[in-house]
């Protein structure tokens, strides 16, 4: 009786560590499996012709879901997924664009010249809890855990008449790539170059991915390509990378066809009691010929 006395209250103290532990792990894997979750979707654009003639009508699908499949296309594009898309012409004007289905848009090639198409979902607040992931911010959700106001958003430029004129017009986003090598002349085997500014200002060891169309990453398979050092083993790209201390990042490219750029951004949010962070979810599409 006496030794139960000794070392019952030691073993319960041990036993009570051992259960916080094993539920602070739980929670720690919970909130990594839904934020890994939030992050995988992502939004791009697939033009039917990244270098139009003049004079020509270029359709515009919509791409939306966790790959980049051969055929481009992943999850079904809901009626009102888009929130907004737009066009920058050669000469900086916004110029419109028609919807043609749900997942489809065509825009009119009036000039020779570069034109920067945009999109972006509605943006939002989702805020994680014990019971999983709310759509909210914290004074809208119960027992908040964390909270992150999400922006996910695409890009591409089409390259009218073999002129690159406007290449580098600024956009709406305050997450975006700006193209410095001409896309048309960027060839299998060689680099795209370009410059990731956040809120217009050049963003530093940001990371940048790339992935081909139809790329399928194998369990066993490691990095395949890693840019000046930065990239890492285990990644599920065929390119991972950083930008520069002038936020310049140079993308190899090791094949023909349509390649889909990654960057991801997550800076904290000003008002805490509201949020805790931003997530820049941004694509950047072109074709390598």
Wanted: net charge positive; glycine share 8%.
């Amino acid at each position: 009786m006496p030794l139960v006395l000794i070392f019952a209250p030691k073993q319960a103290i041990e036993r009570e560590k051992m259960k916080k532990a094993f539920s602070g792990f739980l929670m720690m894997t919970f909130l990594l499996l839904l934020c890994a979750s939030a992050q995988a979707h992502m939004l791009w654009l697939n033009p039917m012709d990244y270098y139009p003639t003049v004079g020509s009508m270029v359709d515009i699908g919509i791409g939306w879901g966790h790959k980049y499949p051969a055929d481009r296309t992943d999850q079904e594009v809901k009626a009102d997924q888009v929130a907004a898309i737009a066009a920058i012409d050669p000469d900086g004007r916004t110029v419109p664009l028609v919807q043609a289905a749900a997942d489809r848009y065509q825009l009119k090639i009036e000039k020779a010249g570069a034109y920067v198409v945009t999109a972006r979902i509605k943006p939002g607040f989702f805020t994680m809890t014990p019971e999983g992931r709310k759509w909210g911010d914290k004074k809208a959700i119960a027992k908040a855990v964390k909270c992150t106001n999400f922006h996910i958003e695409a890009k591409a430029v089409l390259i009218a008449g073999g002129d690159a004129r406007n290449l580098d017009a600024s956009s709406d986003q305050v997450l975006t790539l700006v193209p410095v090598t001409d896309p048309a002349a960027v060839k299998a085997g060689g680099t795209f170059a370009a410059t990731v500014l956040y809120n217009n200002q050049p963003l530093a060891d940001a990371p940048v991915k790339a992935v081909y169309a139809g790329f399928e990453p194998k369990k066993d398979e490691g990095q395949k390509t890693s840019n000046k050092g930065h990239g890492h083993s285990g990644g599920h790209y065929p390119v991972e990378t950083r930008t520069d201390a002038q936020g310049r990042v140079a993308i190899s490219v090791d094949r023909p066809g349509y390649w889909l750029v990654i960057l991801s951004h997550k800076p904290g949010y000003p008002e805490k009691e509201v949020c805790d962070e931003y997530m820049y979810n941004v694509t950047y599409t072109l074709e390598v010929r």
